[in-house]
């Protein structure tokens, strides 16, 4: 969490302090204290071994299975207490004060939950045949008054510790199914306490650890991939110079834009994958007409303008969205149809193509070139307005200016062209300064 | 890559378009599979004649139970090395046949109505695949559908004694090792086929099966015991309550499988950039993978190890992206020893780079290192597969006339001595020989 603003040790201090009055306040009448013990450690279990998930700083953990199984059957104090216990996670990590605030979170939510599930009437303690099914009504309520406590809170302490942006971006996590199905969790456990007592807990915890097995394995792989799509990329720069960091940047823009205008968090993963590969095309474009010097032939500008379908043909086959494909093929198009390789207009174009093609541009013209030097952001946004409605979609213009404006836009460093190299391109396809060419009459 | 000796490879230079690059689904097709489907289908004819004719005892719940094994034979998935399973379907049909009441009442159904049940809950469930075009895989049925016939057999009789009735430690384990027997039961059954299917040795696929069955089996039967238990605590009407943790696990699977299938293709597209950017020939990769997955196979390379092989094979030329230009004629057989292993330290160098498994990375930075080289360790295996598949693959090119074939064989055979792994040369012509049969003269 870094060094802490005032306003977030205050919301911590908030938090714990709330936590220990619910628990000091009680009422903890005739509360089964061996169950409790037993509920603790279940939840220790289950915090000590988190799954970590996108925003790299929140980890992610069957936790809810426990505490929902406490409110359930000793009620929203005895929840609460077994949410402290979050504190104590054997998880290397987390600081003093995360510890702090994770416990009275969780407190704090599992008590939340445990009003809830009065509040509609469902019953405390080990639930008898005769509470099914009408347990049900008031556990959903409960599992969902926690889901939304926990990220209510979580996101409130990343937007004061981390800036609003990655507040907000845990917030556009939906709900997804897996909470769901270990909040389900928790009301099995209740439910089997009845017939086998505490080996409940085991039972139910059999299977879940193998679904955390599996998302490990699966994180693994998704590491694995996407290193394989840097490689990708770096493939098309190692035979151009001059372009070096292109792709990764302009993937960085894409996603600024595609935030901006508030696409959906898997769609951003895509636009993400198709800004790194957008120009993997080039590579079936002879080098020698990358790094010319000096007026293209009419060939070898057909060359370039060929790559967005070579591209495609590279990466087809690559199960990711169709809609990152089309983006990619469709790069260079322009808003008033004069673009290439199908001349497509306006709303034909799709969506990523209109938004790649301005991260692309502006990129282009905040890096350096063998012909010149990097403009200043001011100038190449200046540029993009002035095109914005013939070559771009001035709604992404827009986007991404703002974005540059709020969150800055990092240039690249100046490169110097290693001895015995081409001097570079004479002409780059992404530059919109350069005139425009359609190959053969028109 | 090529070998280090002159010699022109053959193939189509030039073409842009790769071919298409699809593993074909193994189809089981030997005695074994035939001899499983023919018991699983008949066992479950002679279930359901007999359940008609003596009408289903309890059938309200035998409904549910074949709705929840409809659903999860629905909902199966694939699992990576082209396996197929339902954990959601098994988990229910298992603790169908487990089942000690249902609230307080016992249940008295029939061996031969679990038999039923979970027949009929799976043909529906298959149904709407078949619809869409994608095969029933009857052997992974047949030995689901067999498994659970298995538990319903030992436990059915000892549902009603007191001993499991009455005390919940004994009857779990009970169910615990049928449970056991039941999976071994799958995981001998897939064994024997993709044993004769494949021509792996039984040993290494057995491990493997045992290595890619056991998290989820462990979980189907963890799953099927809480389904026993919460139905005798919640009753059937909760049951929906008992699919969410399963889908859990499902979900879990389900986006492991799928990234790792798109690993792969990104491996592949990889592969495919060295080229279209025309620096090996068309389809070069994707031959030299294949045969070097074979011969792998025909050594006993354990699954894990045949999928490193298989990526590396695949991107055993990316280290050649960092020459400027392809080299000139596209005889990349003239580039000299030395010059090859600094082409295969740069491959391993982008590999590393990606984070892939440390392996692959070693497997490519090995694969032009001489077998028998006195200053050096010995290659991995598999860099020693690599090479030899590669020089075939260069030599042979895409041409399917079996006499060249042989005669490159003998020439890397000539070469054992100190070039290439008398072993694996020795395996790639088995590889070979089966793959196109010489006429007779």
Redesign the interface.
């Known amino acids: 969490m870094g060094r802490l603003s005032r306003a977030a040790w205050l919301y911590i201090g908030v938090i714990a302090a709330a936590a220990v009055a619910v628990i000091g306040y009680g009422p903890l009448p005739g509360t089964e204290w061996s169950r409790l013990a037993v509920l603790a450690v279940l939840f220790l279990v289950c915090e000590s071994t988190p799954t970590s998930i996108m925003p790299s700083r929140v980890a992610w953990s069957p936790g809810y299975a426990a505490t929902l199984a406490s409110v359930v059957l000793v009620g929203p104090v005895g929840a609460a207490l077994v949410g402290t216990v979050s504190a104590f996670s054997l998880r290397r990590g987390p600081t003093i004060m995360q510890r702090v605030f994770n416990g009275g979170m969780y407190a704090l939510s599992a008590y939340a939950a445990g009003r809830v599930f009065l509040v509609l009437g469902g019953p405390v303690g080990i639930p008898t045949r005769d509470s099914f099914p009408l347990i049900i009504g008031p556990f959903v309520g409960a599992a969902a008054a926690h889901i939304v406590a926990n990220y209510g809170m979580v996101s409130l302490v990343l937007g004061l510790t981390a800036g609003r942006d990655s507040g907000r971006r845990l917030l556009n996590l939906r709900l997804s199914l897996p909470d769901l199905g270990y909040a389900a969790f928790g009301l099995l456990i209740a439910a089997l306490w009845s017939v086998v007592g505490a080996f409940a807990a085991i039972l139910v915890l059999i299977p879940l650890f193998v679904a955390r097995w599996a998302i490990a394995q699966f994180a693994d792989q998704q590491r694995a991939y996407e290193g394989t799509l840097r490689v990708l990329c770096q493939a098309v720069e190692t035979k151009d110079f001059y372009t070096r960091g292109h792709s990764e940047r302009v993937s960085r823009g894409s996603v600024m834009i595609a935030r901006a205008i508030g696409m959906r968090p898997e769609r951003v993963e895509a636009i993400r994958f198709a800004g790194m590969l957008h120009d993997v095309g080039k590579l079936g474009v002879p080098t020698k007409v990358l790094q010319k010097t000096g007026k293209l032939t009419e060939e070898e500008y057909a060359a370039i303008q060929l790559h967005p379908m070579r591209g495609l043909e590279i990466i087809k086959e690559i199960g990711f969205l169709d809609e990152a494909l089309a983006g990619i093929m469709h790069h260079h198009e322009r808003i008033d149809g004069c673009g290439y390789p199908m001349g497509l207009a306006g709303d034909e174009i799709p969506e990523f193509a209109r938004v790649l093609a301005v991260a692309d541009a502006f990129d282009c013209m905040t890096s350096t070139r063998s012909y010149r030097g990097a403009r200043p952001v001011a100038d190449a946004v200046a540029e993009l307005r002035r095109c914005s409605g013939t070559q771009f979609d001035p709604a992404f213009v827009d986007a991404l200016v703002s974005a540059v404006e709020r969150d800055g836009w990092q240039t690249p460093d100046t490169p110097v062209a290693p001895p015995g190299e081409p001097v570079g391109p004479g002409y780059d396809h992404d530059d919109p300064a350069a005139p425009l060419r359609v190959v053969g009459s028109r | 890559m090529s070998i280090s000796q002159g010699r022109v490879s053959v193939g189509e230079r030039g073409r ?3 071919p298409r ?1 699809r593993t074909r689904p193994w189809r089981p097709g030997g005695t074994g599979s035939r001899v499983v489907i023919a018991a699983a289908g008949l066992l479950v004819a002679v279930a359901v004649v007999h359940t008609l004719l003596v009408g289903a005892v309890q059938p309200r719940w035998a409904l549910v139970f074949t709705a929840l094994v409809a659903v999860g034979e629905l909902l199966r998935l694939n699992l990576p090395g082209d396996r197929e399973a339902a954990p959601i379907g098994t988990a229910c049909a298992l603790a169908n046949a487990l089942l000690i009441r249902v ?2 009442i016992p249940a008295r159904h029939s061996v031969l109505q679990v038999v039923a049940v979970t027949g009929i809950g799976m043909t529906i469930g298959a149904l709407p695949h078949l619809a869409a075009g994608r095969p029933a895989r009857l052997t992974s049925m047949a030995a689901r559908l067999l498994a659970v016939a298995f538990a319903a057999f030992a436990f059915r009789p000892l549902a009603a004694r007191p001993a499991v009735i009455e005390h ?2 004994t009857a ?1 384990a009970v169910m615990a090792s049928l449970l056991a027997v039941a999976w071994l039961i799958t995981v001998v059954i897939e064994t024997v086929i993709r044993a004769g299917a494949l021509r792996t040795r039984w040993w290494v696929t057995f491990t493997d099966e045992v290595r890619v069955q056991g ?2 089996g ?2 189907i039967g ?2 099927a ?2 389904i026993v ?2 139905a ?4 059937l ?2 049951v929906a ?2 699919i ?6 499902q ?3 389900r ?2 499988a ?6 792969l ?6 592969a ?2 060295t080229e ?3 620096y090996v020939d068309a389809g070069h990769s994707d031959r030299v993978s294949r045969l070097a997955v074979t011969v792998g196979r025909e050594l006993g390379l354990t699954e894990q190890q045949l999928l490193e092989l298989q990526y590396a094979a695949l991107i055993h030329d ?1 280290g050649q ?2 020459l ?2 392809p080299i000139p004629g596209g005889a990349t057989v003239l580039v000299p020893p030395e010059e090859q292993r600094q082409i295969a330290e740069l491959g391993a160098e ?2 590393e ?5 440390d392996s692959v990375a070693e497997i490519v930075r090995r694969q032009s290192d001489a077998y028998r080289d006195p200053a050096a360790t010995p290659p991995p295996l598999s860099s020693r597969i690599i090479r030899a598949a590669n020089a075939f693959d260069d030599l042979v090119g895409s041409s399917v006339n079996p006499g060249k074939a042989a005669a490159v064989v003998e020439r890397l055979r000539l070469d054992t001595s100190a070039e290439y792994d008398p072993h694996v040369v020795a395996a790639l012509g088995r590889v070979i020989a089966r793959r196109s049969p010489l006429p007779p003269p």
């Open positions: 842009i378009v790769a690059l609230g307080p919940w430690w779990f998290p989820l462990v979980a963890a799953s015991a809480l238990f919460a005798e605590a919640m009753g009407v909760a309550v008992f969410a943790p399963l889908l859990v696990t979900v879990a699977f986006r492991y799928g990234i790792r299938a798109t690993y293709q990104t491996v592949r597209a990889l495919r950039v279209i950017g025309g990316i992206l960092s400027p230009d982008v590999i780079q990606a984070q892939m498994l």
